[in-house]
């Protein structure tokens, strides 16, 4: 059975913006991104599932029993569901020791291994306005997981962090589903976060899942330009570009991944003319012109220059 089910949930504002039958499950353990651009409800989504929010129809489910949303309770939210949102705050002029503490419950062994996984024991004695931003959000995130919630929630928690604190975190949020056996959901709208660390992902726009699946499904797979441009760069061919490479359709556009293509100096493929080189650290881009189009290919290692013919095949 699934832990979280999300049945046809539907959430209409003044403003216009609204969830539109939002239907799926999670399972225990599992761990699901959403995705999507500014607006598409992903917040609002997560709210109606911890409890925050009211749905206008639909239910939510966990562990078999409804999640009811604040107009039915005093107090907002489900105790076994942790609500982490963007707005975090904690309180000033205290010591990380002291605010833990209030909610504590655990014992002294236990809270040390919850401080060993939120990377958090250097700062017991620091005062909040000692930390930084990164420090802030994985103190919010131990005082909720101090309660042993049995579900995460996160809204866009990489958003604000640097490449330093967003791998601690990813770390912090591995040990989470490994050693503490809670569940988690994300959203984000950086496909570097949810690529690499979801088992499903699912695309939103304008209120509606557009497309559910892998991470390498919806990479490799995406049902529109909005999925191929939520998580990376891509190729449009025509269809008479297409036909070069003995893909595609006559009537369809055709979406490639740049690190699909591979050029070389000699040998069979499509002839093109490198227009721009581009170095992204990791590896390069390069720009080439075929015929009427132009097609990014993305290399580990660059051998051209730019004006030179290739050839250019895909795998």
């Known amino acids: 059975m699934a832990l979280l089910e999300v049945q046809y949930i539907s959430k209409q504002f003044p403003n216009g913006l609204l969830i539109k039958e939002i239907n799926f499950e999670q399972r225990a353990l599992q761990k699901i991104a ?11 989504l997560l709210k109606i599932i911890s409890g925050h929010a009211q749905a206008d129809s639909g239910t939510v489910l966990f562990n078999g029993k409804r999640v009811a949303g604040p107009e039915e309770k005093l107090l ?41 996984i939120c990377r958090i024991l250097h700062l017991l004695q620091r005062k909040t306005s000692q930390l930084s931003g990164g420090e802030k959000q994985r103190i919010a995130l131990c005082m909720l997981l101090i309660k042993s919630p049995k579900m995460l929630i996160l809204d866009e928690p990489f958003s604000n962090l640097d490449p330093i604190h967003t791998d601690i975190l990813k770390a912090v949020l591995e040990d989470i589903t490994e050693r503490l056996q809670i569940t988690c959901m994300l959203t984000s709208h950086d496909p570097h976060d949810t690529l690499s660390w979801a088992d499903e992902i699912l695309v939103m726009r304008e209120g509606k899942i557009i497309q559910q699946g892998t991470p390498q499904t919806i990479y490799r797979q995406p049902v529109n330009e909005y999925v191929a441009g939520m998580f990376g760069r891509y190729n449009l061919l025509k269809p008479s570009i297409a ?16 690190e699909q293509f591979h050029i070389s100096t000699k040998g069979s493929g499509v002839k093109g003319t490198i227009q721009k080189i581009s170095f992204w650290g990791s590896f390069y881009e390069a720009e080439v012109l075929v015929g009427e189009g132009e097609i990014v290919v993305r290399m580990m290692r660059n051998e051209w220059r730019v004006g030179e013919e290739v050839y250019i095949n895909i795998d």
């Open 34 to 44: 959403i995705a999507g651009e500014s607006g598409a409800g992903k917040t609002t």
């Open 76 to 116: 907002p939210g489900h105790k076994e569901i942790a609500y982490l949102s963007q707005h975090y705050e904690l309180l000033n002029n205290y010591r990380v020791e002291e605010l833990i503490w209030f909610e504590n419950k655990l014992s002294s062994e236990e809270a040390t291994r919850l401080f060993e």
């Open 243 to 258: 036909a070069l490479f003995s893909i595609g359709s006559n009537q369809d556009d055709v979406m490639v991944r740049p």
